[in-house]
């Protein structure tokens, strides 16, 4: 199992999460924090447990997710990792918060491009990058095989998914994406979403109002086509 510390954020309440394994290598996912004791307290989180932060993981790039990315990307040294298709609507996305008095992300930080089903190695652990468009198009989600740890940004909730009524969102598109990439996973699987509580595959396939009548258990223990594992 990972070590997860999590950092609730900006007035949204986006969870950024900091995850290592045996150190003192570590990932930064989705650093959202706009506030000094946000950013603090992260900080502070890597002291004490003498973490080396060695990449950024963004899920996508609404500008709640990437509020401290230029921050903590100069601090550490490091580069975000992001999907091209949200890469080309960083300035746009970075700008939405405006209505809502939160202040446009910074947007001056380096960039690593990922593509699904690339495995990303990185501070003794492995990511496999897994694309799920529909909350934007280039949303991701990080699944670490090893641990049966999945951070799944905006693309899945506990008891829900993304919206998908903002510039780019597709609904359909989105329920596809969770259905045909995410709960093939193993039932057991630990989802880390971006806003909210942790869930897992099993809760979800059954109890995800958001996924019926898609998640109808057949008589041969399959939800639409997928096999259930428990």
Known sequence: ???????????????????WDRGPGAVIVD???????????????????????EAILL????FDHVLGVAECAARFGIPAYLHPDDRARLEEYAAMGAPFHVPTA??????????????????????????TPGHTPGGVCYYC????????????????????????????????SVMEKLMPLPGATRVHPGHG????????RTGNPFLQPFNEVDAYGNVDGVSIDG
């Open 1 to 19: 199992m990972l070590n997860i510390a999590v950092f609730v954020c900006n007035p949204f309440r986006e969870r950024c999460m900091l995850v």
């Open 31 to 53: 650093p959202g924090f706009c506030r000094p004791e946000e950013r603090d307290a992260l900080y502070a989180c890597v002291e004490r447990e003498k973490l080396q932060p």
């Open 59 to 62: 899920t996508h790039t609404h």
């Open 106 to 131: 910074e947007t001056d930080f380096p960039v690593r491009e990922v593509a699904d089903g690339e495995t990303l190695a990185l501070a003794g652990m492995e990511f496999e990058v897994i694309h």
């Open 145 to 176: 095989r090893a641990a049966g740890d999945l951070f799944s940004g905006d693309t899945l909730f506990a008891g829900s998914i993304g919206r998908s009524d903002l510039p780019g969102g597709d609904y359909d598109r989105e329920i596809v």
């Open 197 to 204: 509580g942790d869930t897992t595959i099993a809760d979800e």
